[in-house]
């Protein structure tokens, strides 16, 4: 499978504003140690990565909140091996995304398989949806399919302080008790730095199999630049309350779990699927059912 230039260039535009700095990069390069080079000028941005099409990395990558302009005299426009200096928080001058994460739970090293990577996608779609219900508007999101699994990308702009950081970090917390399982929301998304898979490349984790391929990278719904809406931090403090009313939930009601707007009750879940639910136990803080066995 190859890399699609089309997407690459629609990576830098849909994510960064002319004259922006991005850092690529190549972790685990092989010989080449950590690739890595600074660009501020689409064309070359799409070029350097297209020319990495043949060296089957498992993954290239890209900064998305906006960073120090001076980097770029690292390497301009230009793609370095051996690199020993990349991206760092402090570099980060503004938070511009909220990148929310989800891969399904897998063995570490290979792709995703067909309905792994399907849930994936499908997860993207509902988060938005409840935060969409949250008040959050569409034109906000951009989501992508990330090759195993799926990004929602969340329009913000706060400042790279300690007050941001921890505000990003309690948002991802929360969107992962409120949606985790199967398909995780990676906890580990809030330091200013992150990089994300560019889109229009390859994700290749392991052998390509008929069960688990390697796929590309793309983005699936993005809004017009002109039309991008920013959430504010008063919208993202909002969600973060839900994380301490959780605590009080489970700390009082054990068998009740709120999710998005409504409440999720496991016994009636149960039920519903065909399954008799012959006790109910509160012990240790922690709920449990009971089942016959057979």
């Known amino acids: 499978m ?11 535009d849909v994510f ?39 060296a089957q990395y498992s993954g290239i990558y890209f900064t998305i909140n906006k960073i120090n302009k001076d980097l770029i005299a690292r390497s301009a426009n230009n793609l370095m091996h ?49 935060l969409m219900e949250r008040g959050w508007a569409k ?12 990004h929602v990308l969340v329009r913000i702009d706060l400042p790279n302080d300690e007050e941001s950081t921890n505000l990003v970090r309690r948002c991802l917390n929360v969107l992962s008790l409120q949606y985790g399982g199967k398909i995780k929301v990676d906890g580990t998304m809030f330091n200013a730095s ?23 990278a793309w983005i699936i719904d993005a ?22 009313s959780a605590d009080d939930d489970r700390k009082t009601t054990a068998p009740v779990i709120r999710s998005r707007s409504r409440e999720f009750d496991p016994v009636a879940y149960a039920e519903k699927h065909g399954m008799t639910v012959i006790k109910r136990e509160l012990k240790n803080g922690s709920f449990y059912l009971y089942f016959p066995t057979f």
Request: aromatic residues 6%.
């Open 2 to 12: 190859e890399f699609s230039r089309e997407s690459i260039l629609s990576t830098f």
């Open 16 to 54: 960064h504003e002319p004259g922006d700095v991005v850092e690529v990069r190549v972790p685990n390069a092989g010989r080449s140690g950590t690739i890595s080079g600074y660009f501020n000028d689409p064309d070359a941005f799409t070029d350097a990565i297209m020319r990495l099409d043949s």
């Open 194 to 216: 992150r990089i994300i898979k560019v889109y229009g490349t390859v994700a290749r984790k392991g052998s390509s199999t008929k069960e688990r391929p390697h796929r590309q």
């Open 82 to 130: 051996y690199a020993k200096n990349t991206t760092a928080d402090k570099d980060v001058e503004r938070r511009c995304w909220l990148p929310i994460d989800l891969d399904p739970d897998r063995p570490a090293g290979i792709s995703s398989s067909k309905e792994e990577h399907e849930a994936a996608i499908q997860l993207a779609f509902d988060i938005r949806n409840g």
């Open 139 to 150: 034109d906000a999101f951009v989501i992508a399919d990330s090759g195993n699994g799926a």
């Open 223 to 244: 809004p017009e630049k002109s039309d991008v809406v920013t959430i504010t931090k008063e919208q993202l403090e909002s969600l973060c309350a839900e994380l301490k």
